[in-house]
Nanobody, 129 residues
């Protein structure tokens, strides 16, 4: 199993930056697709970003494009989400997710929660206006 553990959440002012980290327990981490979802109170869970195991493909939800960057360090079994120019609407609990890769490379596949086999406990991001 891959057990994602998030860190790096906190309180930041609008326009500020945070970097979320997700450490995974499994040595075969480098062969898993990784991603981030978020959920704000009273809202549906939504896809944020994902990165293929090979790092050749990244995917972003439209509202975070140009502001967020997903990356991974396979030597450290860690995936990152660099969040810049944060807005109050970015406030949510952010969940790190992991999935065994398959042949589908479309955004739709990566943005679908059912793709992911493993979910972290979440880390809170609060953005003050």
């Amino acid at each position: 199993q891959v057990r994602p553990v998030e860190s790096g959440g906190g309180l930041v002012q609008a326009g500020g930056s945070l970097r979320l980290s997700c450490a995974a327990s499994r040595s075969t981490f480098s062969y898993y697709d990784m991603g981030w979802f978020r959920q704000a109170p009273g809202k549906e869970r939504e896809f944020v970003a994902a990165i293929r195991w090979s790092t050749t493909n990244t995917y972003y939800e439209d509202s975070v494009k140009g502001r967020f960057t997903i990356s991974r360090d396979n030597a450290k079994n860690t995936v990152y989400l660099q969040m810049n120019s944060l807005k109050p609407e970015d406030a949510a609990v952010y969940y790190c997710v992991a999935a065994r890769p398959d042949s589908c490379l479309t955004y739709g596949c990566y943005a679908t929660p059912s793709k992911y086999d493993y979910w972290g406990q979440g880390t809170q991001v609060t953005v003050s206006s």
